[in-house]
C-alpha cells in the first residue's frame, strides 16, 4: 500500500482517540458495563455510518471544503448559520479538553521540572500551536509515528494491569448514571473531522478509493483500544476509577507506570489536538475567506482565553462538546447525504444506498441523546 493510506489511517485514529479515551473509564465504572456497552453499539454503528456519509460527500463534490462550506453549497444558509455554530464552538471545545488533559499528563510525565499543571497546559497549547501554524505537510509522517507510539504504549499499560483486574470492580448497571456516558462515549468516537484533511493527502481517484477501507479500518482500530484501555482502568480502580483514568491507578500499579500512561496521554491529546486545530484553521480559511494567519489566530486563541478563565472540568467539557459536535454535525452530515444524493458534483469513488428510514433514525438518536445528555 502507498505511504498515504498509512498516513491517512494515522491522522484519523490519532484524530478520533484524543481526550475522550481518558474520560471513558470513568463513565463506563459509572454507568455500568451494560449501559455502556448499549451506548458503544448504538453509537458506533451511528458514527461508522455518518463518517461514510461525509466520506462520500467530500468525494462527490468539485471544491475543497470542511463542514461549514458543504452545509452551505448544499443546505443553504440555516444550514450554514447552524453548522458554523456548532462547529466553532465544538472545535472549540474540543482543543480546550485536550488543553485540560495535556497539562495533567505533562505534570505527571514531568514531575522533577517543578511546574504547575497549568502552566504545562500552557506550554502544550503553545508548542502544538507551532505545529498548526506549519501545517498538516508537517505533521503527516509525525501523526503516524504518534499512533504506531501509541499503541505500543497502551497495549504495555494494558499488560501491567492485567494482573490487578478484579471482575468485582465492573458494576454491570447503575441506572442514577444511566444518561452519563452518552456525550463523552459520542466525543470518543468521533472523527469525521480527519476527513478533509485525509483527502488532501491523496492525489488521483486510485487513492480516493482508500476511503472507504480507512475509515472502518480506523473505526475498528479504535474501539480496540477503547475496549483495552477502559478494561484495563476499571478493572484495576473499579469506582474509585478518577474523570482522568490514571489518578485512581497509583495505589494499585504505581508511579512508573502511571507516568507510562501518562505519555500515552500526550501521546494521543497532542495527535488530536493538532488535527482538529487544522480543520478548525481551515474552515476559517476556506468556508470564510480569513487570511491564513487571521485563520490561525481565531483558532488557537479562544481555547487558550476559557482555560485562562478557570474552564477546566474535563468531563464536563467532554460531554457537552461530544453532544454537540456528535448531534449537531452528525444530523447535519445526514441532511448534507441526502442532498447530496441528487445534487452531486461529480460520481465518488464509493456511493451508499441507504434508505430514508435509516436517516431518519440516525438523526432520532443523535435529537434523543441531546436530550439525555441535558436531562442526566
Known amino acids: 500500500m502507498r505511504k498515504h493510506f498509512y498516513y491517512a489511517l494515522a491522522i484519523l485514529v490519532g484524530t478520533t482517540i484524543g481526550g475522550g479515551i481518558f474520560g471513558l473509564p470513568y463513565v463506563i465504572a459509572k454507568a455500568g458495563l451494560l449501559t455502556s456497552l448499549f451506548y458503544f453499539l448504538v453509537l458506533g454503528a451511528s458514527v461508522l455510518l455518518v463518517t461514510l456519509f461525509f466520506g462520500e460527500i467530500i468525494l462527490s463534490t468539485e471544491e475543497d471544503h470542511r463542514l461549514v462550506g458543504y452545509a452551505k ?16 464552538t465544538g472545535m472549540i471545545g474540543s482543543l480546550l479538553a485536550y488543553i485540560i488533559i495535556g497539562g495533567n499528563f505533562l505534570k505527571i510525565v514531568l514531575p522533577s521540572i517543578g511546574l504547575s499543571a497549568t502552566h504545562f497546559s500552557f ?18 509522517p509525525a501523526e503516524l509515528l504518534m499512533n504506531v507510539c501509541l499503541g505500543i504504549i497502551l ?17 454491570i448497571i447503575d441506572f442514577s448514571n444511566v ?21 488532501e493527502l491523496f492525489q488521483s481517484r486510485e487513492d480516493h478509493k482508500s476511503f472507504k477501507p480507512i475509515i472502518i479500518l480506523g473505526m475498528g482500530i479504535v474501539i480496540l483500544l477503547y475496549f483495552l484501555f477502559s478494561a484495563a482502568v476499571v478493572g484495576v480502580s473499579g469506582l474509585e476509577t ?7 491507578l497509583i495505589p494499585f500499579l504505581g508511579g512508573n507506570v502511571v507516568r507510562l500512561g501518562a505519555s500515552l496521554g500526550v501521546l494521543a491529546v497532542s495527535a488530536s489536538f493538532l488535527v482538529l486545530a487544522l480543520y478548525l484553521k481551515d474552515t476559517f480559511k476556506y468556508d470564510f475567506g480569513v487570511k491564513p494567519w487571521k485563520a490561525f489566530l481565531a483558532t488557537s486563541i479562544p481555547p487558550i482565553v476559557f482555560f485562562s478563565l478557570g474552564i477546566e472540568n474535563f468531563i464536563g467539557v467532554l460531554g457537552i462538546t461530544g453532544t454537540i ?5 452528525g444530523t447535519a452530515i445526514v441532511l448534507i447525504f441526502k442532498e447530496v444524493k441528487e445534487k452531486r458534483d461529480k460520481e465518488p469513488e464509493y456511493s451508499l444506498s441507504v434508505s430514508n428510514y435509516l436517516l431518519y433514525l440516525l438523526i432520532g438518536v443523535f435529537v434523543l441523546g441531546i436530550i439525555a445528555q441535558f436531562i442526566g
Open 123 to 140: 506550554l502544550f497549547w503553545l508548542v502544538l500551536s507551532f505545529f498548526v501554524y506549519k501545517g498538516i505537510k508537517l505533521i503527516a
Open 325 to 329: 459536535i456528535g448531534a449537531l454535525e
Open 73 to 88: 453549497k448544499y443546505l443553504g444558509k440555516k444550514g450554514e448559520a447552524l453548522i458554523t455554530i456548532s462547529t466553532v
Open 179 to 199: 444518561f452519563l456516558p452518552f456525550g463523552v462515549i459520542l466525543f470518543a468516537l468521533v472523527g469525521w473531522t480527519a476527513l478533509p484533511e485525509m483527502a
Open 242 to 248: 478518577t474523570q482522568e483514568a490514571f489518578k485512581g
Open 155 to 171: 497495549l504495555l499499560v494494558f499488560g501491567f494491569a492485567m494482573p490487578h483486574i478484579e471482575p468485582q470492580n465492573f458494576q
